[in-house]
Structure formats: C-alpha cells, structure tokens
C-alpha cells in the first residue's frame, strides 16, 4: 500500500518560517489529490492546502498568501512552505493523498487514501 511519511515540524518564532515535507512510498500510478490538513487540540482537523493532478492548488483564508504547496521533482513529494507564521498555526500537520496504485499482491490497479502520522508544529509569540 502507499505509506506517507511527513517531516519538517518544529518550533518557531511568530513571523518565522518551516519547510514541511510529505514523501509517498509505494507504487503509485497517480494522484488525484494530495492535501495538508491540520489539528490542534481542541479543534476539527482543517484543510490547508491542496493540490489536484493538473497542479492546481487551493488554500484557505486562514493561510492564503503565507502557505503555499508545491511537488518535488517527482509527485511522490510534496512540499508546505509556511511564512509568517503565526501561533494559531501551532497543530499537528497530515499529509494524505490519494489516487490510484499498483497493487502487487493482486496484480491489479486500486485506489488509496492514505495519511501520514503527522509532524508538530509550534510556533510561540
């Protein structure tokens, strides 16, 4: 199956700035969709950025202009440039993904949505 790995949280400074990163292990075909969420306690998981197959990509209010999502040099990376970071950013930070993957065992093309373990983020005044 895809495994997503996230790294890159931290602690920063308000204003500061962290590069997050998002790799797909596994032998995927395509990806439909591949998104940052995240959580804080206490509050839903939240959508923050989005990428869908033709690269366009989508960002709430909450972190247009200062967010942005890109692909490495492959699709089985993405990347969460986040600037001017603020202390409502502080959450734990998911990568998922999903699309479709050879699946070796049956021999057989399948759909995935998968989700990484999460990479902390905190940023203080």
């Known amino acids: 199956q895809v495994q997503l790995v996230e790294s890159g949280g931290g602690s920063v400074q308000a204003g500061g700035s962290l590069k997050l990163s998002c790799v797909a292990y596994g032998p995927v075909i395509k990806f439909t969709v591949q998104n940052w969420y995240r959580q804080a306690p206490g509050k839903q998981r939240e959508l923050v950025a989005s990428?869908?197959?033709?690269?366009?990509?989508n960002y709430p209010d909450s972190v247009k202009g200062r967010f942005t999502l890109s692909r490495g040099y492959s699709d089985h990376t993405i990347y969460l440039q986040m600037n001017s970071l603020k202390p409502e950013d502080t959450a734990d930070y998911y990568c998922n993904a999903k699309g479709v993957y050879y699946n070796l065992r049956d021999s057989n093309l399948e759909p995935f949505d998968s989700w990484g373990q999460g990479t902390p983020v905190a940023v203080s005044s």
């Open positions: 990428i869908i197959d033709d690269d366009n990509t």
